[in-house]
């Protein structure tokens, strides 16, 4: 096996483990036998299993963290929530909703999580916030954290707790609430 695939090999079995074990039963073991490569192999490029499986799950998004820019306000928030919701319906969803899970008592992988998965999605969203601050679309006294934060909080409470769906159409009454919220008088 190529360097290259030994390494997407590894990234796409700690995904899909991480998705159906969650992160405090996943073994390194595990994850050498499902990428069919041992684990020195792992070790040689990820010291332990953290930034493995933040590897993993960061590798799956990165592109969707680009802020689109159509011009206006409501379709750039739509495009960029289509995206990752998208994004979440991916084994990347049930990964994110067991790492969660499994960082809520544990307060190193919480901090973790939360600087990595969570905050490095909602830098593309200020930047489309603070691009229709300075287009007038929304109030200048905006508060863009807590707008991220509220946001945040929807996405996630749909996509861990609630029995229903995540969807677009979901996301898409999320944005609207709040952008109306925001506009200028």
Do not use: C, N
């Amino acid at each position: 096996m190529q360097a290259d695939d030994a390494v997407q090999a590894i990234l796409d079995a700690t995904l899909s483990l991480l998705g159906e074990r969650g992160y405090s039963r996943l073994t390194m073991d595990e994850i050498a036998q499902r990428a069919r490569v041992g684990k020195a192999t792992i070790y040689r490029r990820w010291p332990s299993k953290l930034p493995l499986v933040l590897d993993s799950v960061r590798g799956v998004s990165d592109e969707q963290l680009t802020a689109p820019d159509t011009g206006s306000l409501d379709t750039d928030v739509l495009t960029l929530l289509g995206t990752f919701i998208e994004a979440l319906r991916l084994p990347l969803g049930q990964a994110l909703v067991r790492l969660l899970a499994d960082a809520a008592p544990d307060p190193e992988l919480r901090h973790v999580v939360y600087d990595e998965l969570i905050r490095r999605r909602q830098v593309a969203l200020r930047v489309i916030l603070e691009r229709g601050i300075a287009r007038g679309e929304i109030r200048p006294d905006t508060d863009v954290d807590l707008v991220l934060e509220l946001g945040s909080a929807a996405i996630l409470h749909r996509l861990i707790i609630s029995d229903e769906p995540l969807d677009l159409e979901y996301g898409a009454r999320v944005a609207q609430m709040l952008l109306t919220g925001l506009r200028p008088d």
